[in-house]
Structure formats: structure tokens, C-alpha cells
């Protein structure tokens, strides 16, 4: 990587030399807080970033404990063309891999049941009417929407045409449990939730990469010499014409302009008290785009002493034997394409996992996973030599995965979530962007624009430049 000292400016600082900018207190040491933290400070505001826990990077979270660098929250960069977060990797010579290669295989007492489009494929055949029926659904519902037209209905309803009236061979019974997890995995909520007419199934199709080294390597290169002050949880927060006034758990910040980049889950919760009370219309945003809610998506990740499984750096299923288990550890992972390291990274998902990230315990929720891969690759299967997991919804950070697209919010709510409040509040994070909430890069985007908008909103400057690493 290199490691020549860039500025990430959006005006040279020259033209500001005189000019008294404004103080700016960033809540959130995320994706969206570091990329407007660090534009705004190398563009000569003074910045001071404020985060609960005790690291940076939010839900980045690269883990070493197993060996290698292993990421228990974002892990793929989504979609390649254009992306910001690919543009900057190349800028500053991080690695990426292209990845996945190949389908998922689905695994069955050390055997290979099928390939995810051979299974698709077949489900298709043999669910020929359902399938149909579901795609003149989605062709209905795109359809009204291009000539104006309301109306919306949950994403489970496509999964219910299929299911109906089918005596479907018991593999494919279990692949449309595999697929509604997956789906819910992916979409960040459960099924009867999320918005058929927000859901952009092509987005499955496009290439991804994963960087070897873990997704934090980016948030290192945010960094840089910000002011961050760690292990501030932030409880209240007065905001006037005067400026404003962030009270944590242990002292008390004074500045001219917030920017709030902590999650909507912790918004939802109210855990920070805004005086005076945020705008109607805001709060209304906040209640109604989809977050958590009966879900979450966790991801274990262990050592064994010994590879057992033999396709290096592939995805790996298993159809799960009944609904309700949809989200117990189906899907995992190797982690070391070059079939060294002995790692895996199971995900657990939907209302499964919900429960177990508040019921169980570590050891409980290890056994559970070791369970699904003895089913898949056992009997037999190795007991772990270490394991770390994630508990994205009782993390008080956190409270969940991400935002999705509820059968009540529209485009329109995460607009109305980014918009100032009085020049003095701003809004970034993952669930103000209009179409890539949910990813890292939508994160990103939206902490650029947060420092756009105080830059325009104090600056005075009219010279933009833009020096940030994806945009060189
Ligand atoms: C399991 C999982 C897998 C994922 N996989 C991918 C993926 O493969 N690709 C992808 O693009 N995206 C993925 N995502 C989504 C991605 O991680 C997020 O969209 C993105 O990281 C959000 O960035 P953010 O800055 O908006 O929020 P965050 O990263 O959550 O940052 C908000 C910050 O606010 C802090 N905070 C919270 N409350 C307070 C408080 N009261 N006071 C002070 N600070 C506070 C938090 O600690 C946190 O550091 C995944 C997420 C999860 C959970």
C-alpha cells in the first residue's frame, strides 16, 4: 500500500487560508463519519470525531484472532463498476480478488448435492407455473410503477407462488428454504418486510471482490491524523442557531455543526435524545425504513487444526432441513482461496439468528455451526480449535445488520433522513443513500455528500476540487 500522505480535499486549502470554518463534531467512526471526518479535516475544517466504541470502523470489522484476517461485518466489495471502493483500492495498491468463482456447492454427508444454478434450474422445471406466476407479479408491479401507478407488496409473496401447490422432490423443498435465507441475508430483513418493488434481483449478478487483507485496510487509510475520541458514547445533543452541544457518557463537545453517522438501529431506539426534538417528518423517516426488526445477519468464523472440505475459496451450502432452520449457518465460506489456512466463515440469518444472537451462548451458537457442517461434511466433522462471532444485534452500536427497504419507505425517506436540520444537524451513514443503502460504498457516498453540503453551507469557497483517492 502506499504510504505518501494524500489530502482529501474538496478545496485547496489557499483559498481559506483567512476564513474562520466552522467546528464540526462527527458522531460515528464508520465508513460515512471517517470519509466526511477526513474531507472536511484535510480540507482545513476543525474536526473532532466521536465514537462509542473503542475502534474505529463501525460494521468493518476485521478480525485476526483465528489467524488470518477475517471480516465479521462488510466483507465483499459489491459491484464493481464505478465503485468507490475499488477505485480507491487501486489508488492506493490494496489487493482485490474477484471472488466468487464458482456457484455455491451444496454439501450433504461429504457429498455434492448440486450447484446453486444446476438447483435453480431444476426448481424452475419443476416448478414451472409458480415461477411464472411469480415473474408476471414483478412484471405487474414494474410495470405500474412506469406509468405512476402505487402499490407495492412483500417480497415473500414471490416465494409463495413458487411454494404453492408443488409436491416438489424434497432437495428443491429444502433450496426454496436455502434461497429465502440467502435472499434475507442479502436484503438485510425478513421476507414479509422487504419491498418487492425496492428489490433489484440483477444486483445478484454483478462481480464482486474481497480484499485478502480485510476491509478495515480501508478504514486504516481514512484515518490518517484525525482527532478521534474513542469510548464516547454519545447520549444527548443540543443543537441552536448558537451551535452545538454533544453530551457523552463522559464529557461534554462543543462545536458549530454535528454530523450523525451512528446507525438507524440506534436511531430507531432513541438512545440519543435530540433537543429540541428532531422535525416530524425526520422522525417518521427514521420509523419507517426497514432495520432489524425480527432480524439480523452474524457470521462465525473458525479455526480448525486441519482442512476437511476440499474446494479452495469457494461458497459452501447446506439445504436446510426445515424452514424455521432457513437461517441456521447454510452458507459458508473458506477463507483462504489458496487452501492453506484452516478457516471458515459460517453466516447465520433471518429469525433463526435473531433469536440465537440474544438466546444463545458462545458455545451454543460454535455447537449450532458445527452441527451444520457436520450434517453437510460429516460425521466426524473436527472440533474448532478457536472461533470468533459476531452479535450485530445486541451490539448497542449496531442494533442489527442494515437498513432495507420496508413495504413503507420509498426513496424519499432516506432523502428526508440525510437532510440538514438548521445548517447544524447533519445526517450520513449507510441508510440515507437512495439506491446503495446497505453496503460500504453507499456508506462512503454518503459521507462524502454530508461534507459537500457543510462545505457549501460554510465554506463560501467556490473552487471545488475533489482529491479523495476514488475520484483521482
Ligand atoms: C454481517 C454484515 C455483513 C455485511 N456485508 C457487507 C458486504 O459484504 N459489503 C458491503 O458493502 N456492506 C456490507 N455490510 C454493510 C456495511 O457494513 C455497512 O453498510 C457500512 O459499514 C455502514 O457504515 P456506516 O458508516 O453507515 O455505519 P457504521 O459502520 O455502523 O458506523 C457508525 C458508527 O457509529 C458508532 N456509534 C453508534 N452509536 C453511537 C453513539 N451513541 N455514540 C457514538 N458513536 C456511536 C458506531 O460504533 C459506529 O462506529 C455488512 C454488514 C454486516 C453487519
Request: aromatic fraction near 10%; include cysteine; glycine fraction near 10%.
Amino acid at each position: 500500500m502506499s504510504s505518501h500522505r494524500r489530502l482529501w480535499q474538496i478545496h485547496p486549502p489557499e483559498k481559506t487560508r483567512n476564513a474562520r470554518l466552522p467546528r464540526v463534531l462527527v458522531i460515528g467512526a464508520g465508513m460515512a463519519g471517517l470519509v466526511a471526518a477526513r474531507i472536511l479535516h484535510d480540507s482545513g475544517f476543525p474536526v473532532i470525531v466521536l465514537e462509542a466504541r473503542n475502534r474505529p470502523g463501525g460494521r468493518i470489522w476485521t478480525d485476526t484472532s483465528t489467524g488470518i484476517p477475517c471480516d465479521l461485518g462488510a466483507t465483499w466489495i459489491h459491484g464493481l463498476k464505478n465503485n468507490p471502493l475499488k477505485l480507491w483500492c487501486d489508488r492506493i495498491g490494496v489487493r482485490y480478488a474477484i471472488w466468487p468463482r464458482r456457484d455455491p456447492l451444496f454439501y450433504e454427508h461429504k457429498r455434492i448435492v448440486g450447484a446453486f444454478n444446476q438447483l435453480l434450474i431444476e426448481l424452475g422445471q419443476k416448478a414451472f407455473k409458480g415461477s411464472i406466476k411469480a415473474l408476471g407479479i414483478i412484471a405487474r408491479l414494474h410495470g405500474r410503477h412506469l406509468i405512476g401507478l402505487n402499490g407495492d407488496t412483500p417480497l415473500s409473496t414471490i416465494f409463495a407462488q413458487i411454494q404453492r401447490g408443488n409436491n416438489l422432490p424434497e432437495h428443491l423443498r429444502r433450496f426454496i428454504y436455502w434461497c429465502k435465507g440467502i435472499v434475507e441475508a442479502i436484503e438485510g430483513g425478513p421476507l414479509q418486510n422487504i419491498s418487492l418493488r425496492e428489490w433489484n434481483p440483477l444486483e445478484y449478478c454483478q462481480k464482486s471482490a474481497i480484499i485478502p487483507q480485510g476491509m478495515s485496510i480501508l478504514i486504516d487509510d481514512a484515518l490518517n491524523d484525525l482527532q478521534i475520541e474513542y469510548n464516547q458514547v454519545v447520549k444527548r445533543i443540543f443543537y441552536g442557531s448558537g451551535g452545538v452541544r454533544v453530551e457523552t457518557n463522559k464529557e461534554t463537545w462543543e462545536g458549530e455543526v454535528a454530523l450523525i453517522t451512528v446507525p438507524l438501529g440506534v436511531l430507531q431506539r432513541h438512545t440519543i435524545t435530540f433537543d429540541p426534538p428532531l422535525p416530524m417528518e425526520k422522525i417518521k423517516a427514521i420509523e419507517t425504513i426497514g432495520y432489524g426488526n425480527g432480524f439480523v445477519l452474524d457470521k462465525i468464523v473458525i479455526r480448525f487444526q486441519k482442512r476437511f472440505w476440499t474446494q479452495n475459496g469457494d461458497r459452501m451450502g447446506w439445504l436446510p432441513d426445515c424452514e424455521a432452520n432457513r437461517g441456521k449457518f447454510s452458507f459458508w465460506i473458506d477463507h483462504d482461496p489458496a487452501g492453506i489456512e484452516p478457516v471458515l466463515g459460517g453466516y447465520a440469518s433471518s429469525d433463526w439468528a435473531a433469536r440465537a444472537d440474544v438466546e444463545k451462548s458462545d458455545d451454543e451458537m460454535c455447537h449450532a455451526s458445527w452441527e451444520t457442517l457436520n450434517e453437510m461434511f460429516g460425521p466426524g466433522v473436527p472440533k474448532p480449535e478457536n472461533y470468533v462471532i459476531s452479535r450485530w444485534l445486541q451490539d448497542p452500536y449496531a442494533r442489527g445488520a442494515y437498513s432495507y427497504g420496508s413495504l413503507k419507505s420509498t426513496k424519499h425517506h432516506r432523502e428526508i433522513l440525510a437532510e440538514p436540520v438548521i445548517n447544524r444537524l447533519y445526517f450520513a451513514g449507510e441508510a440515507c443513500h437512495p439506491t446503495h443503502y446497505g453496503t460500504v460504498h453507499g456508506a462512503l457516498e454518503t459521507g462524502e455528500k454530508a461534507a459537500q453540503k457543510i462545505h457549501n453551507d460554510f465554506c463560501g469557497c467556490n473552487t471545488v476540487i475533489a482529491t479523495m483517492p476514488w475520484h483521482m
